[in-house]
């Protein structure tokens, strides 16, 4: 049996806001730990890794490891019908096919139980090593965002360059270029607008913007965004989830033009 | 001659907006009594009722019974045209084949009139008999319009269930079921934001959500809603316009899948 | 060498707004008075004429007298990733086919740069001599707006009237007519808010509301709007830039229905 109960349910609703469009389907495993998610998108391309710990609950019971699959799809359609005050819980009997997601109003005068199909989805689970990297940016998730938006109107890949005067931003396309600079900023007063970069060497790397537009989403979860960026790895984009877990985005460097690195099959 | 002043104009935009998607064109009844109309949407399945008394407007001079048969989609692109702090006036010279919305800023300086061309509509005036219902419920018409359309998302047609615990609201779908409950909540400090029960016996019935989301357009007009439900008649939502009446939209229960029961033609 | 250094940077993005919908491609013109544009749109009904002297930037440097053509939608599309705070400097270097665009953000933490490549436009420079109006109407940008949209959703056209009491809006379609009257008003207290007709002569013209509805997305620029009327003359729609310049569009009255007095081309 398992029951999962979250106070703060929006969390759970902008998780699914943040990875619905990247991936249609994928299986939320359940442990001792917390529940987590890996999933590819379907061009397997880019790489989507959740994790909610399980002190981040208010209640979190999971009498044995579960691997739940779903369509993130409809249970976005779900979740969006949970109010943003309310409380989330998570519940499944063993052996059974489906998935109930109960809201609680705050007041407790409103109660819902949405009953969701589970599927059974193959999926390998990738070992993501901890690695070193070159440089890494932390700034404000909405300068990201925004960026990311600004630059797809030029073009459709992003050169992202880190010295360590600031981080350059930059793109090309039939109308012309376009490079923004953000300077490293350690204001201390707002630690939510700073943008700090801890460099071993410069590095330069190139992404598609589409995909970088899609990690975007996850702005919702957290004024701070955390990009990692070595020439051999693919970049990972994270969003914290309060103090519970994480979202994270891998996505390979484009090595030369139309052709993208990617993830094993 | 008719003359009707309405110092708070804003009521007879919303008036539009409720019922011009459910409504193509309809005989607007004038008299002593009020500014008046029935009528049914295309379909022959929802009927709306609306009362605008003729106290509720500053000047109201009705010289004999007139109907104006008008066509919903233009005259809400009349009142669009009104400002929301607008007084509005709705003038007709007796065999006369127009109606004049006059359109009075506040402070006087901006003075509109729109001149529409009336229609010939046949139709025919149901009697509504005063009946008893198995159970009124009246809550917030926020609430119940955020549950009509969360529900849309699941399935197309919602049981309405109520008990004295409270009344639950279930669909189901491709991709699962949903029940929503709303507990009996007499809140005294807030009373627009309660729920309140009045059940002589316990009633379940099911409806088209379609025609429901049409219904809660009508929203703005009132924090609260009245549903009134008995297992051989039609459920009417009822939202009040003030002081100065209602609109009441009657919906014939689903009896057998893929039938509706019609009123009569 | 040019560098134009404006600190208000949301002037100009508002300026492109108001007149990318209208005009594709345009020289703008930089000369030690100021930078300028005149341009037709592409039907040449409507005259657009815009003014932003020099005075009113930071820094204006302009070493020659130089003709730059721009396409209009790839302009809006650079500053539309200038922030609202932001600095924007246009730069061109002496022969170059490009021109640079730079953002700064208010704290200097961002520094963007776009670079635009320039067209070969021909555009022969109409003389607008300076004229008497028979009448002068100075009303709130907003009313304006709202004035024409609203007599949009009846008809095609609008026939603007002016006496000593007021300007009146008039339009007729197939669902019926309006007419809006806006009375001269010249409250002292909020003189964004005033009314005030200069009139010589009474008169009245008819003009395609299309045009005026393009014309007034340059109100963001201004709380008030200019409209110049004479019988024997396009209609003069201007709204100041702060105390720096002007936008003003010229609209040739209709004469007979389905004829529209164009511009010598």
Redesign the interface.
């Known amino acids: 049996m398992l029951e999962l109960r979250l106070v703060q349910g929006s969390l759970l609703k902008k998780v699914l806001e943040a990875i619905k469009d990247l991936v249609n389907d994928a299986n939320f495993d359940c442990s001792g730990t917390g529940f987590s998610l890996q999933a590819m998108d379907s061009s397997h391309v880019a790489l989507v890794a959740l994790l909610l710990r399980s002190e981040g609950f208010e209640h979190y019971r999971c009498d044995r490891n579960l691997s739940m699959g779903m369509?993130l799809g409809?249970m976005s359609?779900?979740l969006?019908?949970a109010g943003n005050d309310d409380i989330i819980t998570i519940k499944a009997d063993d052996g059974s096919d489906?998935v109930t997601f109960m809201f609680e109003s705050p007041?407790?005068?409103?109660?819902?139980?949405?009953?969701?199909?589970l599927m059974d989805i193959d999926s390998e689970h990738l070992g993501i090593p901890d690695s070193e990297y070159q440089a890494i940016v932390r700034m404000p998730s909405s300068?990201f965002s925004r960026i990311c938006k600004?630059?797809s109107?030029?073009g459709d890949t992003v050169i992202i360059s880190v010295t360590k005067e600031g981080v350059k931003f930059s793109t090309a396309g039939d109308?012309?270029?376009?490079?923004?600079?953000?300077?490293q900023?350690k204001t201390t007063d707002k630690p939510e607008d700073s943008?700090i970069i801890e460099m071993q060497e410069p590095v330069s790397l190139t992404f598609a913007l589409r995909y970088m537009n899609s990690f975007t989403k996850a702005s919702p979860l957290s004024d701070q965004v955390t990009i990692s960026l070595s020439s051999e790895l693919p970049v990972v984009v994270e969003y914290k989830i309060g103090e519970m877990g994480y979202i994270r985005f891998y996505l390979a460097p484009k090595i030369e033009e139309d052709e993208e690195m990617k993830f094993p099959q």
């Open positions: 369509n409809n359609k779900m969006r019908c489906t007041d407790q005068d409103k109660i819902a139980d949405f009953e969701m199909k300068e600004d630059l109107s030029i109308i012309g270029t376009a490079n923004i600079v953000c300077r900023n943008t």
